[in-house]
């Protein structure tokens, strides 16, 4: 009898078949209670015919498929076929460190967390092995104010409790290839705070096709997200959930930036429902 999960790991992939199956196959090595759950967003190469094969085997993996329509609506998918305790995002080109997956589940099976705190949130090695991010200042923060007032750089691992996950991963109104996943992050740190675990889980790799090497295009032309999390920095702000304010002057000058951008979209948007 399969036992339920305590980490489910959400997977949003596009036309890498053989690296998701590489890391698929690895997370079912891992000794500890995970499901894995994988959206194919459109892919041609074969992606989830290799992915059910393995689903076959092993029903801790639950993948799930449709048209390609960007790695927003592959993410959200990927977070709704989930049913642990915790939910981890994590990208498909991205190393994940098997080896500490345990002591991740030994912290969120033994740590009681109480209704403040959304879950943890663990370091990540950088793509150059010589190169180190700064470490988690405090072991009690939010998402947003440990990047404005701690000053935390470089990618890390967030690993949220499920229904909390599930009530912030609403998509924006829309049809948007790209959605931060930071918007996810704004959204939970108005009212949770998160625990700083200074552990390596994985580390970041930038593929030289992937979504990173043209995150500036991408952000202009899916600009309505990026309004929606910068506004969320500001009504952070204004809550109290942190202090700098130069973190709020970049907000606002982006809100102007992406306003502008998404004014096409929200009269659009706008005039549907006068003629509705």
């Given at each position: 009898m399969q036992t339920q999960a305590l980490l489910s790991v959400c997977i949003p992939t596009f036309n890498r078949r053989d690296r998701v199956s590489a890391l698929v196959q690895e997370l079912l090595r891992a000794k500890c209670p995970l499901q894995i759950c994988v959206h194919v967003d459109g892919s041609t190469d074969g992606t989830g015919e290799a992915l059910a094969e393995i689903a076959s085997r092993d029903a801790r993996l639950v993948v799930t498929a449709g048209p390609n329509g960007g790695r927003g609506v592959a993410m959200f998918s990927a977070i709704a076929s989930a049913t642990g305790d915790y939910c981890m995002i994590f990208d498909d080109d991205d190393d994940l460190f098997t080896d500490r997956l345990p002591e991740v589940c030994e912290r969120l099976?033994?740590?009681?967390?109480?209704?403040?705190?959304?879950?943890?949130?663990?370091?990540?090695?950088?793509?150059?092995?010589?190169?180190?991010?700064?470490?988690?200042?405090s072991e009690r923060t939010n998402l947003?104010?440990?990047?404005?007032?701690e000053r935390v750089v470089g990618d890390k691992k967030e690993v949220i409790r499920t229904p909390l996950l599930k009530r912030a991963a609403v998509p924006?109104?829309?049809r948007f290839?790209?959605?931060?996943?930071?918007l996810?992050?704004?959204?939970?740190?108005?009212?949770?705070?998160?625990?700083?675990?200074?552990?390596?889980?994985?580390?970041?790799?930038y593929l030289l096709e992937g979504m990173t090497a043209r995150v500036r295009l991408l952000q202009r032309q899916n600009a309505y997200p990026m309004l929606l999390l910068n506004l969320n920095y500001i009504r952070a702000?204004?809550?109290?959930?942190y202090r700098s304010v130069r973190f709020?002057?970049?907000?606002v000058l982006a809100c102007l930036s992406f306003g502008v951008l998404s004014f096409p979209f929200l009269l659009?948007?706008?005039?549907?429902?006068?003629?509705?």
């Open positions: 099976s033994q740590r009681g967390v109480d209704d403040e705190i959304a879950g943890f949130v663990f370091s990540m090695a950088l793509g150059d092995p010589e190169a180190t991010a700064n470490p988690f200042p947003i104010k440990m990047r404005a007032d924006p109104a829309g290839r790209r959605v931060p996943t930071s996810l992050w704004s959204r939970l740190a108005i009212e949770y705070d998160v625990i700083c675990v200074n552990v390596d889980v994985g580390r970041k790799r702000f204004w809550l109290g959930r709020l002057g970049k907000a659009k948007r706008s005039f549907a429902r006068v003629t509705s």
